[in-house]
């Protein structure tokens, strides 16, 4: 373990302890400074205390050897390498460890071949004083207190006695391998002149050595042939030769098997023959001698004849008893019984049938034959011991013990463990062979056991699979016809088979029944004990469908007809007829009886019933019929499970697309129906545990956890009795009047929607529920389940025995139709289950997650493998147990095994039903499922709304049908819980689900007639009985499912829309403060950040009537419904304080409903959405929120002048390029100072339109609030519906119109669309002339870094295009000067630049980058150019000047198409799966000509007139110079354009040298600028100042690394994708 430099006295590396052993053992001065080096760093791995203890212990203990690992307290060695356990036992003088010389010898070759320990002996011995793992000089002292000459005397004599007792004891190891001679016979002669002890025992070991070698016999081997000129039967020889003759053949077998043939299981293993040839040949004698005695009572007929041989055999036990031949004995017992463990025929003799008893309660197989081990331990110890328990002990400490301790040593204990039990077997054997030879000629006269021998071998035997096929499993008939053909393998060329049949087939044919029919009752027979008998009339319900069941049922006589309830034609689908011996409700009753069918009596009928609790009970006191009984249904149930066609089942892309992963953990953690789904997870204490209350169908589950240690509580609906609130907290009360709290919610108002989805739940389960369910029984049964279950502590004891493997992603770890028998335990990670469909595509059936397992169908049926598994993830970690260790486990622990029998079970009932209910489906539309269109006639108009009655199928327990009146109205797809339709307070409705992207399947099969209705979040069946009102249902819903939208957006382009432009807030605040007061029944609101108290209308003097509450509320009391969505904001962004402007709304008037979404995540992603819908007629979209700082005028002043009416009150007045905002709930006082600091102009555009496109605005907010109210669980506020599209008047607009989004399922419930983002595309690449843009943000592909969108990269192509083609071509960007925050301070802020940078012109591929790569020959300036805004003004003398944010999310393409929204320019607002946004794709049917490039050219109205207001305000052009800017691309107006853009960045930057522009190339060039007074002269240059345009600063920080620093902790902790 001291690892050294080669040839220099330093030491590289080592354990502490060794180090430790190293410098107490030291005696060269070169080493002495380690004792200091010890002492000055020994804290950076111990604690002082570690020290002391380690230099008392070493004091103590100055002989011990590190690296062994002795048990606390015990003379037990743990654990050690090799050379180091070798060189203990070679200084060893403590008694205590004289067993481990031996057990060296019994079990080295686990680990060593016999050269390689001789040669560790002889190393050993001519080097008694070396240190193991020290690299020093030989000869130093290892023992103080020891004479060098002492020790090494002392080290040679054990390493002689030690290959003394090696070669007197295990000489079949050296006939094994006769090399070994010569080399120790070299080694003693090569010391010939030592003249010592240690050489004398060495010579006497060389000499002992060759005489055993000469008196060596090999033990023959027993071969059974048939011998047809054996002239005497059975009965004519006496017991005690059978006996007699049947010790010695197993003394020759025991005799031959060498010890190292009970190692690593080597019988079981695929190499036997080569690994434990002698045992292998006991275990088959063994097997053949059991079919033998089978064989001689079945080759008779006449019971009684079968009676005395029986009888005769039980004679012979009790001699073998005598010779303590307890193998013998236990082959007679098993071969005188059926495999059912009945004796084949019945003993009449009482005196014999008391011997038989006294003989089965000895080898009593009960606790690991218990009675025969205790027996063992007192009688006389010379026997032949009963084999199978000594492998069973063998197998099983190889399987709970590891070959290797921590740190790679070898597990000395585990070998001790294994020696141990060998070494009492060889003893008891040899003593036996030495009595048997002592004492022969008194045991026997004569040549009588030599008769009985000669009869034994040469008699004819055959399988007892002949006898009892069914009986066997087909493993265990796999293994018997492998012996037989292993046995006729060996005796090849004979003349005949040992196994041949005597008798002809059809004379046993008869028994065979008998005992068939015998085996399949045994279980049944037992549990009788438990059961009570019950009559049924015809037609009597035994088993209702859905209702709870706790029994278990096996029909006696009469029949039963199973069915599945139709829920079309009201009646029933039978799924067959069962009689006598089968049986019922075995699937509910491992499915925490929830029952799938309906169990009708067909004739008069005669069941029997058993209480699942009286079952477990008695299992418990009988766990070998519980393991009996678990097998047999297990292997019922894969017989149902092989006989379902996977041609029947949809396996979908997503595994186990019927259950979320959240749902399937969640399952799992509580041990669950499969069935049960999340409803609501919410973080809070039950008690004093801190962790996650989860709300479910039927259970309230709460789990804690700390550290590896997991809490769990789990109530059954059915015994809770009440739910309430009391102060800050939920009351839970249950039977027996025990109360669970559930407190320290993240909010009150989480706590009461916590508690309003609790009482909904169990509102629904009671609704549910059958009325004897919720009883005191209940519960009790479901603990007794409980504790009829594995325990963590079983499961910890089975993964002891199983063999773990770790695999990749795509890995394959079983292959379909490969037999193993093991059962795969997935530790860590996720597979899946994929098998080749009839269509030749390979499906997922299932996915499996942590703690699950599968392999169980090829385990237990011996067929091959019903799909292949693959890790579905990296780093899946696997253990496969065994199908040997179960086996294992049924003999050492049969109450674990049963229950792991019962485990298995349970997975197979799970996966039955599942598999029921898919063949189902699928038989109610098998070749019956048509093209929903092709339903509808040629030519007729179906209306796009419909409504009535259907029956609908739940997704629930039973998955029940329930009559429901059910519309399809305004895209929308709504469900009513009665069947009167809907209700003018909304609370009739059950659900409201959006349309769009949902996909409509139908299946006629008359009587039957199914539609359902799915997206990949949700999905409905119905059921109707016209074929005629089912087309008008498929025309209504095909309406909004099966359209092509441009842009794949969830809406049409709307026509003839009144479409109207709002520039900057002022007109937008006014015009929605009007809409909003013209309101007559609903107003919509979503925003980012919204501040009730923000005043609408800023009239000179400003009213509190016009604030925004004050509207809401003076509108709510006249009885408008208003409803706010407000974004749940995250600690990553801005202190918005939703939840108080939630207070303060909702506390305005009931008739405001607030909701907030998400209430955690996702974290990253924000809803960015800014809507106002009146009426659902009238729609404002835009980039402007209801907030602080987004009123403006065109002005755009940047101090505030008038502060007796201030247009800007409190937080309004604002800049967070000076001070991010804080305390926004407090709106009237000043978060800057109004006296020094100028407030940030805020510059946005939005739009105010009518129609349907102004309905599909409203469709948009109406499905968002149903989704959050699902997600939250808001069940206080209504669903909302959408307005019939039928009851629509058009505007007379001019405008098309088209409603495009960016929304996912997080923020919508829907599949993701990113429709904003492909119109952008379009509209870039269909661009003509020019492109304009006004954004908040610039950031694109070319910037690198992972982000998606080509925005940037199409602009590019667009205008390589032109320049290839001549053509002027135009791009405008007008953004911020920087985004808004402290970019000198926040490294965020910054981050955000460098990625806008990248886009633009810096990084090596962006846009300037590129133009100027692809054509040199031109400047990219000429064809895009790059604007902020730019506003100042006087405050107290001084001039002050801050920018405009630019906020707007604009595109105006060649004066004809304008795209206005809430989407900037970065992925997360583009790729649809982030952000929510919303936007609208206006193009005017208006139009007129103007001109484009001095040509004439037709704009739209709509265009035309928003460009030029905004050129005309950021240009500062009055009405007759707008004429200036009317051509767009024209040189002169570009030129314009970009002189006076020019003009006023120089005045600026004249003026204001530290603002952000292209002479600052650093931070510390910022630094060095101080804003000096401005001259008097300098002043007048603002003068000049066109309007508020200037350069974006190209060159601004561009020598500055943008990225964050290291230090910047809180920037890199969290994903890059935020700034992106």
């Known amino acids: 373990g001291i690892i050294q430099n080669a040839g220099k006295k330093k030491i590289r590396g080592a354990s502490f302890l060794q180090f430790l052993q190293f410098l107490s053992l030291n005696k060269d001065p070169d080493f002495e400074d380690y004792y200091e080096d010890l002492l000055i760093t020994f804290q950076a791995f111990l604690f002082p205390f570690d020290l002391l203890s380690a230099l008392i212990d070493r004091y103590d203990k100055p002989n011990s050897v590190v690296g062994i690992i002795q048990n606390a307290g015990k003379k037990k060695i743990r654990g050690a390498s090799f050379l180091q356990f070798l060189q203990f036992l070679s200084l060893n003088k403590d008694p205590d460890f004289e067993d481990y010389y031996e057990d060296l010898l019994i079990t080295f070759q686990a680990f060593l071949f016999p050269f390689d320990l001789l040669s560790a002996l002889i190393d050993r011995y001519d080097k008694p004083n070396s240190v193991v793992g020290i690299i020093q000089n030989a000869g130093k002292s290892l023992m103080e207190g020891e004479n060098d000459l002492v020790l090494s005397q002392h080290v040679k004599q054990t390493i002689a006695n030690i290959i003394k007792r090696w070669v007197s004891e295990y000489t079949l190891d050296f006939v094994d391998h006769p090399p070994l001679q010569l080399q120790l016979s070299e080694f003693v002669h090569s010391h010939r002149e030592e003249n010592s002890n240690p050489l004398h025992t060495l010579e006497q070991s060389l000499s002992l050595l060759s005489s055993s070698l000469q008196k060596q016999k090999e033990r023959r081997v027993p071969i059974r042939r048939i011998d047809d000129s054996l002239n005497y039967k059975f009965e004519s020889l006496s017991t005690k030769a059978v006996a007699k003759a049947m010790t010695e053949i197993e003394l020759d077998l025991f005799a031959r098997i060498r010890t190292r043939e009970f190692l690593h299981q080597g019988w079981l293993s695929p190499d036997a023959e080569k690994c434990s040839p002698h045992l292998l040949e006991a275990i088959e004698w063994d097997q053949q001698t059991v079919a033998w005695v089978t064989t001689e009572v079945m080759a008779l007929v006449d019971p009684d004849r079968r009676s005395q041989i029986v009888e005769r055999f039980v004679d012979i036990a009790m001699e073998l008893f005598h010779h303590r031949n307890f193998n013998g004995i236990m082959q007679v017992l098993h071969g005188i019984k059926a495999p059912s463990g009945k004796l084949i025929a019945e003993i009449k003799d009482p005196m014999v049938a008391a011997k038989f008893h006294r003989l089965e309660e000895l080898m009593n197989p009960n606790r690991v034959f218990g009675n025969y081990r205790k027996f063992l331990k007192t009688a006389p110890e010379p026997s032949i011991p009963y084999l199978d328990v000594l492998l069973t002990q063998m197998a099983y400490l190889d399987y709970t013990n590891p070959d290797t301790l921590e740190g790679e040593v070898l597990n000395i204990h585990k070998y001790h463990q294994m020696s141990s039990k060998i070494r009492k077997f060889r003893r008891r054997i040899k003593r036996l062979e030495r009595l048997e030879e002592n004492e022969a000629s008194t045991l026997m006269e004569g040549d009588d056991w030599k008769r009985a021998e000669n009869y034994i071998l040469g008699t004819t035997v055959y399988s007892r699979e002949l006898y009892f096929p069914l009986a066997y499993t087909s493993s265990e008939a796999k293994r018997e016809r492998s012996q037989s053909d292993y046995i006729e393998k060996k005796e090849e060329g004979q003349s005949s088979s040992a196994f041949i049949m005597r008798d002809s087939l059809s004379m046993v044919q008869e028994e065979v029944k008998v005992d068939i029919s015998t085996a399949s009752d045994e279980v049944i027979e037992k549990i009788t004990k438990v059961a009570s008998f019950k009559n049924y009339a015809t037609d009597e319900i035994v088993i209702r469908q859905g209702e709870y069941n706790r029994r278990l049922c096996i029909i006696r006589s009469g029949t039963v007809k199973i069915s599945k309830s139709n829920p079309t034609t009201k009646g029933s689908i039978t799924i067959g007829t069962v009689g006598p011996g089968k049986m019922i409700g075995e699937l509910s009753v491992l499915h925490f009886g929830v029952t799938s069918a309906t169990v009708t009596a067909a004739t008069e009928l005669m069941m029997l019933e058993i209480d699942i609790k009286d079952l477990h009970s008695f299992f418990k006191s009988d766990s070998q019929t519980a393991t009996k009984f678990y097998k047999r249904v297990s292997q019922n149930l894969i017989k149902k499970l092989r006989s379902f066609s996977t041609a029947q089942m949809e396996p979908s892309k997503e595994a186990d697309p019927s259950q979320t992963r959240n749902d399937r953990k969640y399952s799992a953690l509580f041990n669950l129906p499969s069935y049960e789904t999340v409803i609501q997870e919410v973080y809070c204490s039950c008690g004093r545990k801190n962790g996650i209350l989860y709300i479910s169908q039927n259970y309230f589950c709460h789990l804690s956890k700390f550290f590896a240690h997991k809490s769990r509580e789990k109530l059954q609906l059915g015994i809770v009795n009440e739910v309430s609130v009391k102060s800050d907290r939920i009351l839970v009360k249950i039977e027996g009047k025990k109360t669970f709290e559930f407190k320290n919610f993240k909010s009150q108002n989480e706590m009461e929607n916590c508690f309003n989805v609790m009482i909904r739940v169990l509102k629904s389960y009671r609704e549910k529920a059958p009325q004897d369910l919720k009883v005191e029984g209940k519960s009790k049964v479901q603990d007794e389940e409980e504790r009829y279950s594995l325990s963590p502590k079983d499961w910890e004891f089975i993964r002891r025995g199983a063999k773990f493997h770790s695999y990749q992603k795509e890995e394959k770890i079983l292959e379909e139709g490969s037999l193993q028998e093991k059962i795969f335990y997935i530790a860590k990670g996720s597979c899946k289950a994929v098998k080749m469909m009839s269509n030749g595509q390979l499906g997922v059936l299932n996915l499996m997650i942590e703690e699950e397992t599968f392999g169980e169908m090829s385990f237990l049926d011996g067929i091959g493998a019903s799909a292949t598994v693959l890790a579905a993830e990296d780093g899946v970690e696997i253990f496969a147990i065994e199908g040997s260790f179960i086996n294992l486990l049924s003999r050492v622990y049969p109450d674990i095994a049963s229950k792991f029998y019962r485990y298995l079970a349970s997975i197979l009932a799970s996966r039955v039903r599942n598999r029921e209910m898919k063949t189902l489906e699928a038989a109610e539309t098998m070749e019956t499922n048509v093209k929903p269109s092709d339903l509808l006639e040629e030519g007729k108009i179906y209306s796009p709304e419909k409504s009535g009655v259907l029956t609908q199928r739940s997704g629930g327990i039973g998955r029940d049908w329930k009559t429901r009146y059910c519309q399809v109205k305004g895209g929308m797809l709504i469900l009513y819980n009665n069947q009167d339709g809907e209700s003018d307070d909304y609370k009739s409705t059950r659900r409201v689900r959006a349309l769009a992207s949902a996909q409509l399947k139908v299946s006629v099969a008359i009587p039957s007639i199914l539609f359902k209705i799915s997206t990949s979040k949700w999905s409905r069946t119905f059921g109707l009985e016209s074929l005629e009102e089912l087309k008008e249902w498929v025309g209504a819903i095909l309406h909004w499912t099966e359209r092509e939208n441009p842009f794949n957006s969830f809406s049409t382009v709307r026509k003839n829309v009144n479409a109207k432009w709002l520039v900057d807030g002022e007109q937008y605040y006014n015009a929605v403060a009007d809409g909003m007061e013209s309101a007559k029944e609903t107003i919509f609101i979503t925003d980012w950040f919204l501040v009730p108290e923000i005043y609408m209308r800023r009239e000179n003097p400003t009213s509190r009537e016009n604030r925004l509450d004050k509207i809401l509320q003076r509108k709510a009391r006249e009885g408008v419904k208003i409803f706010v969505l407000l974004w749940h904001e995250t600690s990553l962004a801005i202190k918005l304080n939703s939840q108080s402007t939630k207070r303060k709304l909702e506390g305005l008037d009931e008739n405001i409903s607030v909701i907030r979404h998400p209430p955690l995540e996702p974290l990253n992603w924000s809803h960015h959405q800014k809507i106002v819908v009146i009426d659902n007629d009238i729609a404002f979209v835009g980039g402007l929120d209801l907030c602080y700082g987004r009123w403006d005028t065109s002005s755009h002043f940047c101090v505030d002048h008038c502060h007796l009416n201030t247009k800007w009150p409190g937080k309004d007045y604002m800049n967070p390029n000076k001070r991010s905002l804080s305390h926004p709930e407090v709106p009237f006082k000043d978060h800057i100072d109004r006296e020094t600091t100028p407030r940030m102009a805020w510059h946005d555009v939005a739009m105010r339109m009518d129609g349907m496109a102004a309905r599909d605005v409203a469709y948009n907010f109406i499905q968002r609030w149903n989704h959050h109210k699902d997600f939250n669980g808001e069940s206080s506020y209504p669903y909302l519906h959408p307005k019939s599209c039928l009851e629509f008047t058009q505007s007379g607009g001019s405008c098309n119109a088209q409603i495009l989004r960016s929304l996912c399922e997080w923020s919508g419930g829907n599949n993701t669309e990113n429709s904003i983002y492909n119109a952008t595309i379009d509209m870039i690449q269909n661009a003509e002339h020019y492109i304009y843009i006004e954004n908040q943000y610039f950031i ?146 208006d139009t007129f000509v103007s001109r484009m490039n001095t040509r004439e050219y037709s704009v739209s109205q709509f265009a035309f007139s928003l460009r030029m207001n905004l050129w005309a305000e950021h240009l500062g052009l009055n009405e007759e110079d707008m004429k200036l800017v009317a051509d767009p691309v024209s040189t002169a107006t570009y030129k314009f354009w970009k002189l006076t853009s020019s003009n006023n960045t120089k005045i600026f930057v004249s003026i204001f040298p530290a603002i952000p522009g292209d002479k600052i190339a650093s931070l510390s060039d910022l630094g060095s600028l101080v804003q000096q007074p401005v001259d008097p002269e300098k002043r007048k240059l603002l003068e000049m100042v066109q309007g508020h345009i200037v350069d974006f600063a190209l060159g601004f920080l561009r020598n500055e690394s943008l990225r964050p620093e290291f230090s910047d902790v809180k920037i890199r902790a969290v994903d890059r994708s935020i700034f992106q």
């Open 1340 to 1485: 694109s592909s070319l910037a690198g870094g992972g982000i998606e969108n080509l925005i940037a990269d199409e602009i590019v192509k667009r205008i390589a295009r032109a320049i290839r083609a001549g053509e002027i071509f135009r791009v405008f960007v007008m953004m911020p000067v920087i985004p808004d925050g402290v970019y000198e301070e926040n490294a965020g802020i910054r981050y955000i630049m460098k990625w806008q940078y990248d886009t633009i012109c810096r990084g090596g591929k962006s846009i300037v980058e590129q133009i100027s790569t692809m054509h040199p020959e031109v400047d990219p300036h000429d064809y895009i150019t790059f604007h902020s805004l730019r506003s100042f003004g006087v405050m107290d003398d001084i001039v002050v000047s801050e920018q405009i944010y630019v906020h707007s999310k604009l595109m105006i393409v060649d004066d004809r198409r304008v795209l206005i929204g809430t989407a900037n320019i970065n992925d997360r607002s583009m790729r649809g799966d982030r952000d929510s946004e919303i936007a609208c794709l206006v193009e005017d049917t």
